[in-house]
C-alpha cells in the first residue's frame, strides 16, 4: 500500500473558517496539499513537509481528520492521512506540482473538490 499524507490547512476570517484547496495541473483536479511518505518517514513529517512543498506554508498539525484509500492511477492501493494544520509561518506560493490555490469556505471547496471521497474529510471540520 502506499502511504500518503496532507493537510487542511485552515484560517479564520470575519466570515468564518477556511481551508486551502489546491489545483493540480498533472491531473486537472482540486485537492488538499499531499504527497507520498519517503521511506519510514513518519505520516505527520510527511504531511507537514507536502504542504510546505507545494504550498509554501510552514504549519503546525492539529486533529488528524479521517483518512481517504483508494486505488491510483496505476492501480495501487493508496491510503492518505489527513491533519487540520494552521500556518506558523511561510507564504502562500503556487510550488511544487500546484498551479493555483484558493482559500474558500468548506461549503465552497466541497463543490470545488474534484473527488468526492475528499469531502468527509472537509465534512469534518469543526464549523463545516
Request: glycine share 8%.
Amino acid at each position: 500500500m502506499i502511504r500518503a499524507a496532507g493537510g487542511l490547512v485552515v484560517r479564520d476570517t470575519a466570515d468564518g473558517l477556511e481551508v486551502l484547496v489546491v489545483h493540480r495541473p498533472k491531473y486537472d483536479d482540486w485537492s488538499f496539499p499531499k504527497g507520498k511518505a519517503e521511506g519510514d518517514e513518519p505520516d505527520e513529517d510527511c504531511a507537514l513537509r507536502e504542504v510546505e512543498e507545494e504550498t509554501g506554508l510552514v504549519c503546525m498539525l492539529e486533529d488528524e481528520l479521517p483518512s481517504t484509500a483508494y486505488h491510483d492511477s496505476s492501480g495501487r492501493p493508496k491510503r492518505v492521512r489527513y491533519w487540520r494544520m494552521r500556518p506558523v509561518g511561510g507564504r502562500l506560493e503556487l510550488l511544487n506540482e500546484v498551479d493555483d490555490a484558493r482559500w474558500v469556505s468548506p461549503a465552497d471547496a466541497r463543490r470545488l473538490l474534484s473527488y468526492a471521497r475528499d469531502r468527509p474529510v472537509v465534512d469534518s471540520l469543526d464549523g463545516a
